[in-house]
């Protein structure tokens, strides 16, 4: 399988995402697919702009807006549009690290996206959760039973999963299919909707769950 595989920083090293993007490419190539990988982080150019788009007298805060920023944003989806448009032809999926960017062209290609959780982050976009949907490893159902966590801190402070992706309805079967071949679980935890507002969890009732805790943030 020809994978695109798309993250800040150097995907071929050890710095790029404290070793997650290297960890992931090393272990597909391991399984016999041909990974190719692209830098989008700024430069040149680009970056000065960026950096004048988001400035800010805070350097803290300012790091938070070059990540964040719609400038930053579109520059680096730009970079990664150009590079998945100069080789769709002959890829079978995209592997993308982070939602600093969006690449644009990819339809009819497998795409999946990991990243931290971070409510606060949502920029784009409407995700429904289905909480009581959502598995729980063994510990995770321990520590609930027991009345030590509720669901809220797993859902704000989670990540107890291996990877998340979403699959384009029409091809959610496929999807299934192959993970089941593959000795994989897969479980279908809610959808994405086209709107602007922040991503809304719903218990088994059909109840709103209002999040106090917002999750952890890297900036």
């Not at 993250?7 to 790029?16: I, P, Q, Y």
């Not at 700024?42 to 000065?48: G, H, P, T, Y």
């Not at 999946?112 to 490893?137: E, H, K, V």
């Amino acid at each position: 399988m020809k994978i695109l595989f798309l993250c800040e920083g150097n995907a071929e090293s050890w710095d790029a995402w404290s070793g997650i993007c290297k960890s992931i490419v090393d272990q597909l190539r391991a399984n016999g697919h041909t990974v190719e990988t692209c830098n989008v982080d700024l430069s040149s150019a680009d970056r000065w702009a960026a950096a004048a788009a988001t400035i800010s007298p805070n350097r803290r805060r300012w790091g938070t807006r070059f990540h964040l920023g719609a400038v930053p944003f579109a520059l680096r989806s730009r970079r990664a549009s150009r590079f998945v448009a100069a080789r769709r032809s002959n890829a079978d999926a995209i592997v993308q690290i982070g939602a600093t960017f969006e690449v644009k062209g990819a339809d009819g290609i497998p795409y999946f996206l990991c990243c931290d959780s971070n409510i606060r982050m949502a920029q784009y976009g409407r995700s429904t959760g289905y909480s009581d949907a959502s598995p729980l490893s063994d510990a995770a159902k321990d520590l609930v039973s027991r009345g030590i966590v509720g669901l809220e801190t797993l859902i704000a402070g989670g990540d107890d999963y291996e990877i998340l992706c979403t699959i384009a309805e029409d091809r959610v079967e496929a999807f299934a299919q192959a993970a089941k071949r593959a000795g994989v679980s897969v479980s279908s935890i809610g959808t994405v909707v086209a709107g602007s507002t922040a991503p809304r969890f719903i218990d088994g009732q059909g109840r709103e769950i209002t999040l106090e805790r917002r999750s952890y943030s890297h900036f």
